[in-house]
Nanobody
Framework: VQLQASGGGLVQVGGSLRISCAASSRTFNDYHGGWFHQTPGKEREFVAAISRIGGTPYYADSVKGRFTISRDNAGTTTYLQMNGLKPEDTAVYYC???????????????????????WGQGTLVTVSS
């Protein structure tokens, strides 16, 4: 599967932004979808994921209640709706896809980047104060 992220940009603190990840050659009906972010000098970090079957969402604690991950009915695109943005949300956001089952613990999901096989190119989100 090829992934193409888009929709990043500059937004003020407290504002909202929706970023998208389009899949080609295969769809998100075949993969679990995920979003990670990365800032210079830091490791790529998990933000959100959505399961292949049922569309169950999982979130990092830092974005719970503010971000929403979703998928269109055709499974061609996943979205990350980001509300209540904070300066610390500034990062390059990468979408990813995983074919193996998600490994959850007591309903929590906290993957490392190497658990996802396919990656998009990243889209920059900048939150200005």
């Amino acid at each position: 599967v090829q992934l193409q992220a888009s929709g990043g940009g500059l937004v003020q603190v407290g504002g909202s932004l929706r970023i998208s990840c389009a899949a080609s050659s295969r769809t998100f009906n075949d993969y679990h979808g995920g979003w990670f972010h990365q800032t210079p000098g830091k490791e790529r970090e998990f933000v959100a994921a959505i399961s292949r079957i049922g569309g169950t969402p999982y979130y990092a604690d830092s974005v719970k209640g503010r971000f929403t991950i979703s998928r269109d009915n055709a499974g061609t695109t996943t979205y990350l709706q980001m509300n209540g943005l904070k300066p610390e949300d500034t990062a390059v956001y990468y979408c990813a896809a995983r074919s193996e089952p998600l490994i959850t613990y007591s309903g929590r999901y906290d993957p490392t980047p190497d658990e996802f096989e396919y990656w998009g190119q990243g889209t920059l989100v900048t939150v200005s104060s």
